[in-house]
């Protein structure tokens, strides 16, 4: 539909040696809209912004702005296409013969797409100027967190000088033997292997420690280990054997089944 239109503002462009970038530049609309026209495609925005548009890279590029202009709105209307000169200071005899009103409702639309591009750049500068004071207080924080949080909240507390050097003198005096008669027995000195001949349930408290209680499967067995005593309840005692230390601990040969006793380094008690 806007084919020739499209083709008559591109060829002024290139003709007056401008490049799409610069011409986007200088009429202050997007490269994508400047490309759009000049592909005949007219549907970007509303008309009002489209014929400001038009008439500014008109303008730009010495065209008749006001051709331009009737020449989009035949073709937007489906008129046949007359030979309306677009070259700035050539109109035709019908034109010339009449004189020139003022397009009071072009300048009226003119004015309010100017003023509406203009709060539009107003409103982006202030949003980007918000944006990098935000980002400024943002960094700013940042740092000031950083610096507060490097400060050590440790408190140096002054101590007297004879204390000090009573410490000092601790420290180089050479520490006493233990006196090894008074040492008590080491910790743990019983080591108490159960095994189990078949499937028996044993609780076993070393020391005054906590009941462990257990299950052994035939030929399992499990270690223990105490100081000076383990209780054992055990609930099929014919089904155990006992090593401690190394040693075979034979317990009472008439006892029964479920047996209670305590072992320790001299046997079973």
Known sequence: MFESLAKELREAREKAGISKQEAASKIRIDLKFLEAMEEGNFTFLAEVYVKAFLRDYAKLLTLNDKAVIKKYEMLRDGKTETAAPLAEGVASSAEASQPVQPDLKRTGEQEFV????????????????????????????????????????????????????????????????????????????????????????????????????????????????????????????????????????????????????????????
């Open 114 to 269: 100017d003023e509406s591009l203009e709060r539009a750049r107003i409103a982006d500068k202030k949003k980007m100027m918000f944006a990098a004071i935000a980002g400024a207080v943002i960094v700013l924080a940042v740092f000031v967190y950083i610096l507060l949080s490097d400060r050590s909240d440790e408190v140096v507390i002054e101590r007297p000088f004879s204390e000090v050097l009573e410490q000092n003198r601790k420290r180089y005096e050479e520490p006493q033997k233990p006196d090894t008669d008074s040492l008590a027995p080491a910790r743990d000195s019983l080591r108490l292997r159960i095994r189990a001949t078949d499937t028996v349930w044993i609780s076993v408290i070393p020391d005054a420690g906590r009941v462990a209680e257990y299950r052994i499967f035939p030929g399992k067995y499990i270690d223990l280990s105490a100081s000076e005593k383990f209780s054992v309840h055990i609930g099929n005692s014919y089904a155990v054997l006992f090593e401690l230390n190394g040693k075979i601990v034979s317990l009472p040969a008439q006892r029964p089944r479920v047996y209670k006793g305590i072992i320790t380094a001299k046997g079973v008690l």
